[in-house]
């Protein structure tokens, strides 16, 4: 068992399945156990082992397929559970039955299993030997996986757990050079500096020329501009449209057309004041009918309201 790398005080776990015997597992067990002091076996069967009560990262070393006579094929979730029973740096040392030609939907191919272990989180996959199968084991693996080819062997691999839980983290030390900083500002050209400085005493200097705002106006920008004038060309026409102000008018037409909605409503009111068939009931019972029912109240001006008492209604 040197060969397998089983240390003093290992907890090692010996996955098995049919058709292997009992007696070449125990025998396995026994030479495993005899490795080192301290050395504790547990034997799983494959059919089994993800049902077993293994607790994550509980275990130094795996093996699974290594006893003989075994046809042990590794699904993705068999890989998957060996990867979470081992612990951080454990290791694992596998065997299983591969075909050269890849033919088979059940048997991988030497290249296809150590992608498999990669794909499991296993680090350091590595080859160990690829020898034939003798008769009795070839027609032992055509049986259990029913494949019609001659191109079986046999493959160890060895795999390692990373060194680290899984969905631990750490800090990572990045170190960016530092920029380097002037520390000092570079020195102006003093020609330069004294073309762009004007002080006070180049005011007075002949050779500066200063204008007066106002001599750029002329007589007709002084001018009172005509309302009309500043209205935009199309506002308000169209004919036989109605006059319509911009939004946020400014030329003065949302204002006019407010005096104009002003006035009509004024009109409209006072079109609307009640009048009399002969129009002289305000001027008071001289100049009223027999049957005016403002008879007998006072005179009032045309247009104010006047409340008839309930029996001069009845009345009339």
């Not at 795999?159 to 960016?176: D, I, M, R, W, Y």
């Not at 920008?221 to 309302?227: N, Q, Y």
């Not at 029996?311 to 009339?316: E, I, K």
């Given at each position: 068992m040197s060969g397998l790398g089983v240390r003093a005080g290992e907890r090692v776990v010996l996955v098995w399945g049919l058709p292997s015997s009992l007696e070449a597992l125990k025998e396995l067990a026994q030479s495993v156990e005899a490795a080192g002091s301290g050395v504790r076996v547990s034997l799983e069967n494959v059919d089994r082992l993800l049902l077993s009560s293994h607790a994550p990262s509980s275990c130094d070393l795996v093996l699974s397929g290594l006893v003989p006579g075994s046809a042990l094929i590794h699904s993705s979730e068999i890989l998957a559970e060996i990867a979470r029973i081992m612990k951080p740096g454990g290791r694992l040392i596998l065997a299983e039955p591969v075909t050269t030609t890849g033919d088979d939907s059940k048997l991988k191919t030497a290249g296809k299993l150590l992608s498999a272990l990669k794909l499991s989180g296993l680090v350091d996959v590595s080859e160990v030997k690829n020898e034939p199968l003798n008769p009795e084991e070839t027609a032992s693996v055509k049986e259990v996986t029913g494949y019609q080819g001659n191109s079986l062997s046999r493959v160890q691999m060895?795999?390692?757990?990373?060194?680290?839980?899984?969905?631990?983290?750490?800090?990572?030390?990045?170190?960016?050079g530092k920029k380097a900083t002037q520390s000092e500002k570079p020195a102006l050209d003093p020609n330069a500096a004294k073309m762009w400085t004007l002080s006070a005493n180049d005011i007075d200097d002949d050779d500066v020329d200063l204008l007066d705002s106002d001599a750029l106006l002329d007589a007709e920008?002084?001018?009172?501009?005509?309302?009309a004038s500043l209205k935009a060309t199309s506002c308000g026409d169209g004919a036989g449209q109605k006059k319509k102000a911009c939004k946020n008018c400014s030329c003065g037409l949302a204002e006019e057309l407010e005096q104009e909605s002003k006035s009509s409503k004024k009109n409209i009111k006072k079109d609307t004041q009640p009048k009399s068939a002969c129009g002289s009931c305000y001027l008071g019972d001289a100049f009223r009918c027999a049957s005016c029912p403002y008879m007998g109240m006072p005179a009032f001006k045309p247009g104010e309201k006047i409340l008839l008492q309930e029996?001069?209604?009845?009345?009339?």
């Open positions: 060895s795999a390692s757990k990373p060194n680290f839980e899984v969905g631990s983290s750490t800090q990572l030390k990045l170190s960016f920008d002084l001018r009172k501009p005509d309302p029996n001069q209604l009845n009345d009339a």
